[in-house]
């Protein structure tokens, strides 16, 4: 499976961006398809997860109500809408794709993502 990130860029704060992620090659393994993200001198992150069936959908508190995820299996793309922008949101940005099929705690793990994408830089500054 290979993973394609796109769409980050700078940004001022309270604005918006929209992160895309293209899936190729074997997707019909993969049933859940997570963003994360990793800040500058940290770990990565966890921010969202979305099953590719639909259903019930977990985010990070750090964007809950601010972040949407979304996922289109007919395009076996998942995009991430990004408003209300904050600099503390500043990071690189991954997409990941996993084989498990049921969303849960265990899926804000990166260990339970074997495939992932090149990030996508997103820079909150004014």
């Known amino acids: 499976v290979q993973l394609q990130a796109c769409g980050g860029g700078l940004v001022q704060p309270g604005g918006s961006l929209r992160l895309s992620c293209a899936a190729t090659?074997?997707?019909?393994?993969?049933?859940?398809m997570g963003w994360f993200r990793q800040k500058q001198d940290e770990e990565r992150e966890f921010v969202a997860v979305?099953?590719?069936?639909?259903?019930?959908?977990l985010y990070a508190d750090s964007v809950k109500g601010r972040f949407t995820i979304s996922g289109d299996r007919a395009k076996n793309t998942v995009s991430l809408q990004m408003n209300n922008l904050k600099p503390e949101d500043t990071a690189v940005y991954y997409c990941?794709?996993?084989?498990?099929?049921?969303?849960?705690?265990?899926?804000?793990?990166?260990?339970?993502?074997?495939?992932w994408g090149r990030g996508t830089l997103v820079t909150v500054s004014s």
């Open positions: 990941a794709a996993s084989t498990r099929r049921v969303i849960n705690s265990a899926m804000t793990s990166s260990s339970m993502y074997p495939y």
């Open positions: 090659g074997g997707t019909f393994n993969t049933a859940v």
């Open positions: 979305i099953r590719w069936a639909g259903g019930p959908t």
